[in-house]
């Protein structure tokens, strides 16, 4: 039994019991904080946009845990109208925690949401956004965990058009869309009594860079996958964050990391929510909440 396998035998409490609704949960980080979930014990509800890739990786698991508890939600966190059928949908579900980890990292140019946002904030951050405006009425003492970036310390937001479309490089979006799920965490802390905790994975070595959606070269990606898992953690080792938080015991706004240098990898602690994560929190919030009204207004959701 090697180090990590050893850490989630006795780092990671049973979960029997539990029902944990995972968004993103067919592929990388949301794919490996899955089976640990049902490892431990756990009911898994996959909420993925693709019932097919969801379906496979359901039989992937079942395949080394018979027995595991899984179900398939449909959800397309870059579609209104999806997002609010998920939301309906679950507040008729009994579980414990929403972990929203679905995101997408480097898409082709010029792509946006099914509502017209750039795919990358739409679907990272105002998909999200959108979500948990719709359900946190009714969350109750559910856990509600925030999946960020280690990007999200040194990412600079001076204005607010890339809201509304495409305003710079393919990357820097995404450190944006990290950066304002961070500080939408922060506005909910202060602005709200739901039990939300955030964590970041550090860097690791996930098919995010191999996705179909990825404007990557393709000898870039065989690279990229072939040379990273010898600097930075697994996926297995980047999901404890999300897994800790559910199955332990911490203070309510509690934000996990890497306990390793700078933070790029190693075991989960706890770690301190940097200045920038709480910048302007407010007037994003505003920002955020005036779009997507608007934008709803016009959809049949």
Known sequence: MNKLEKYINNSISNCTNKTIIITGANSGIGFEAM????QKGAKVIMACRSFERANNAKEKVLSSFPNAKIDILEYDQASFVSIKKFSETIKNIN???LICNAGIFHPKKGKTTKDSFPLTVGTNYLGLFYLIENIKD???KRKLIFVSSITYAH????EYDFLRKETTSIFKQYSISKTCI?????YLKNNSDLNIYLMHPGVSATNIFASKTSSYKQWFKKLAMAILPLFVHSPKKASLGMVKLVSETYPNHTFLGPRGLFQISGYPRVVKLKKNGYLNNELLYKKSKELVTEVENNVKC
Do not use: S
Not at 35 to 38: G, L, M, N, P, S
């Open 35 to 38: 089976k640990i979930f049902v």
């Open 95 to 97: 579980f414990d925690a």
């Open 138 to 140: 009714f969350l109750g």
């Open 155 to 158: 990412c600079k937001i001076k």
């Open 182 to 186: 961070t500080r939408y965490f922060a």
